[in-house]
């Protein structure tokens, strides 16, 4: 009887060990697709020493390793896509993956209450009406649209499905059915966003006419973690381009919308022109002229919202009012 305790104690550790093994995918995995153990080393050295670490580092980064050329860096990103999942996993995965997520107290029950729950407050509800049009593009609507499925690329790690399950119960739609309509992936770098787009056309290819909607929260979060400086600028605005240009042709192509939010920064200049709202959108002329229809979302009193139509081919400037209320 002891024996059979032991035995079972033996194999419960060793089934935490391989959870806590699945958590991450080591470096040394590359050594099976070619990459020997010298450059695996320089890699470690360097601080990446996860297969999704690399995912998560730029080319132009992983060149300025001490002996990782261009031609090896390629390799390494090549062998790294083979162990790695592209990305994209539908939001019922997704949620099931949040379950595993754990709190830890700060010692107050007031402050872990505080903590724990609630509203998820935004400054201007850009993210949440993201959320919304997830929910949405799937309702039946005018002219015969059918409703249809959404790709969510996620640069600044808040999609949340539980949101989403909220925002159903308003439009009585089944959780499950709604979250399998939703393939969700999180971009870690600006190179990992541009790549996420060949996925989402592809999937788009796959799927002719099923998919209506790609959406992209924030458009500009992470070149401006890669792009740092003026002397980057160039670089930016030109992958930027070409990211816009991609957009445009996927949007055409198939027949879907796209739906990217920004973020807003102080314009300095705005002030000696005594303008009411000195704040400019990042990204520049760019990605001005690459949107059709832009909106300006900014905080009201409370609860409210206000939108303004900013610019627009065939819509006047016009305002409005809305709220965020509940659990959102």
């Not at 399998?180 to 770098?189: H, K």
């Not at 788009?204 to 003026?230: C, N, P, T």
């Not at 930016?236 to 796209?258: D, F, G, T």
């Not at 009411?276 to 002229?289: E, N, T, Y």
């Amino acid at each position: 009887m002891m024996e059979r305790s032991d035995q079972m104690l033996e194999d419960d550790e060793v089934e935490d060990l391989d959870e806590e093994e699945s958590f991450f995918q080591d470096i040394d995995l590359l050594q099976n697709h070619g990459i020997n153990v010298a450059d695996i080393k320089k890699l470690k050295t360097a601080g990446i020493c996860t297969i999704k670490g690399i995912q998560m580092t730029t080319r132009k980064r992983m060149c300025d390793i001490k002996g990782i050329s261009e031609a090896k860096m390629e390799k390494i990103k090549e062998a790294a896509a083979k162990l790695e999942d592209h990305g994209f996993v539908t939001a019922l995965s997704y949620a099931v993956k949040r379950k595993s997520c754990f709190r830890i107290t700060t010692g107050s029950t007031e402050l872990d209450k505080l903590l724990g729950g609630g509203i998820e407050k935004f400054r201007t509800g850009k993210t949440q009406l993201s959320h919304t049009l997830c929910v949405t593009t799937q309702l039946p609507g005018a002219n015969d649209y059918p409703g249809g499925k959404i790709i969510f690329i996620d640069t600044e790690n808040t999609f949340r499905p539980d949101r989403l399950r909220d925002i159903a119960d308003r439009f009585n739609l089944d959780h499950n059915a709604m979250l399998d309509n939703v393939l969700y992936a999180r971009a870690y770098t600006s190179e990992h966003q541009l790549e996420l787009l060949d996925y989402a056309a592809a999937k788009f290819h796959e799927e002719a006419g099923v998919f209506k909607l790609l959406i992209i929260d924030s458009i500009m979060a992470l070149f401006r973690v890669d792009y740092s400086g003026r002397g980057e600028l160039a670089d930016r605005q030109q992958k930027l381009a070409q990211m816009l240009s991609k957009l445009q042709k996927i949007s055409e192509e198939y027949n879907v919308a796209v739906f990217v939010t920004n973020q807003m920064t102080a314009d300095p200049g705005a002030t000696m022109s005594f303008q009411a709202d000195p704040k400019k959108p990042i990204g520049g002329h760019i990605l001005a002229h690459a949107s059709t229809t832009r909106i300006s979302l900014r905080k009201g009193r409370g609860e409210n919202r206000i939108g303004k139509i900013y610019d627009s081919p065939d819509m006047p400037e016009n305002e409005a009012t809305f709220a965020i209320s509940g659990v959102v």
